[in-house]
């Protein structure tokens, strides 16, 4: 058991249509992070929030947003879905002390 | 579930052989490096981690080896099992706003296949 769930597990959605991705990290977890997977490559990270504010963004568009919880739950939001937004949706959360990330099962969203 | 190891290399080894997956990383100021196995219609598993200073570090089974003037990962699994037959991919903590937080910038993945 990894202790981060996410929620659909998995989900189809129609191209501009908005979607939004649940995380529930473990306690005290207090840094997360989301990330996209592709088929065939490595997770690629979109942003990372602490203490509920953005702290870090990669290389996505503003129609990929997030939320941050105090009971360490998170949310990832696309708008305006396109079909290369299809991947596998990862959470990764830890302490902001420590290193070790750990990751949940993700969620396989397909847009068609 | 999906594969994810669709278009990666892959490295084939018998069952009870040792194991050797290379990573190149790509900005020398990262700070922190994992290893992580992911199985198909999973996320990434934590295999072993090992700071920037440091060069080698074992876990059961595995050891991480760190070529910083190189910039060099690799990750060698003992005996290998068919159980470890999976992806495997290098991360990198790439430090952001002054070094307390970062993210992980992941590398192309490795498919291992155990043959019995």
């Known amino acids: 058991e990894t202790g981060v769930t996410q929620s659909p597990t998995h989900l189809i959605k129609t191209r501009g249509q908005q979607v939004t991705l649940r995380c529930s990290s473990q306690s005290g977890h207090n840094t997360v992070s989301w990330y996209q997977q592709a088929l065939g490559q490595g997770p690629q990270f979109i942003f990372q929030?602490?203490?509920?504010?953005?702290?870090g963004r990669g290389n996505f568009p503003p129609r990929f947003s997030g939320l941050q919880f105090p009971n360490y739950s998170s949310e990832l939001n696309v708008n305006a879905l396109e079909l290369d937004d299809s991947a596998l949706y990862l959470c990764a959360s830890r302490r902001q002390e420590n290193y070790g990330y750990t990751f949940g099962s993700g969620t396989r969203l397909t847009v068609v | 579930g999906e594969s994810v190891g669709l278009h990666l290399p892959t490295l084939s080894v018998q069952e009870g052989d040792n194991s050797i997956i290379n990573c190149a990383y790509s900005?020398?100021?990262?700070?922190?490096f994992i290893w992580y196995k992911q199985e198909s219609g999973k996320g990434p598993q934590f295999i072993i981690d090992i700071r920037s200073n440091m060069d080698k570090r074992q876990g059961q089974r595995v050891t991480v080896l760190l070529n910083k003037t190189v910039k060099h990962l690799s990750l060698q699994i003992a005996a290998t099992q068919p159980g470890d037959s999976a992806v495997y991919f290098c991360a990198e903590r790439r430090v952001i706003y002054g070094g307390s937080q970062g993210n992980l910038i992941f590398g192309k993945g490795t498919k291992l296949s155990v043959k019995p």
């Open positions: 900005n020398s100021a990262s700070d922190y």
């Open positions: 929030y602490y203490r509920e504010e953005e702290n």
